[in-house]
C-alpha cells in the first residue's frame, strides 16, 4: 500500500466502488480528508474541487479495486481491517462524510438510485450512521 508523503496526510492506492449493488455496506475509521481538482468547473467558471477520504478497513461487502502501475484498468483487490482506501463519495454520501471528523467511524450502506432531481439524473442514496 503506497502512503503520500505530502503535509502527512495519509494517501491508499485503493479505491472503495461504493455505488454498485443495493444494501452493499461499508464500516470504517475516517482517517483524513483532502480536496482534489474535479474535471467540472463552477458556474461562475472557476475550478470545482472534490472531497476524498482515507478510511481504514473496519468492514465491508463493498468492491475494492486497485489501479496497477502503468495500468488505466482498475482490478478487485480484498482488503483486511485496518486496511487504509480512499473514497470518492458522490454527492449525498459526501454531504454526510463533511459532518464527520478524523477519527470517527462510519458505517454507510447503499441504497440505489433515488428519484431524478431538477439539476440531472438519478442520485446515488446511502443510508449514513455515525458508530
Known amino acids: ?38 474535471k467540472y468547473k463552477n458556474d461562475d467558471g472557476s ?9 481504514s478497513v473496519i468492514d465491508t461487502d463493498m468492491d475494492t479495486v486497485q489501479k496497477k502501475q502503468g495500468s488505466k484498468e482498475y482490478t478487485e ?11 470518492f463519495p458522490p454527492t449525498r454520501l459526501n454531504n454526510a462524510l463533511k459532518q464527520t471528523k478524523d477519527g470517527d467511524i462510519v ?14 439524473g438519478k442520485p446515488h442514496t446511502f443510508d449514513v450512521e455515525l458508530i
Open 1 to 38: 500500500m503506497k502512503l503520500s508523503t505530502d503535509s502527512n496526510t495519509l494517501s491508499s492506492d485503493v479505491v472503495v466502488n461504493v455505488a454498485t449493488t443495493k444494501g452493499q455496506y461499508f464500516k470504517g475509521k475516517v482517517e483524513s480528508r483532502k480536496l482534489i481538482d474535479s
Open 47 to 55: 475550478k470545482k474541487m472534490r472531497d476524498i477520504y482515507i478510511l
Open 77 to 87: 483487490v480484498s482488503v483486511a481491517p485496518g486496511d487504509k482506501v480512499t473514497v
Open 107 to 120: 458505517l454507510f450502506t447503499y441504497l440505489g438510485l433515488g428519484k431524478a432531481t431538477g439539476r440531472g
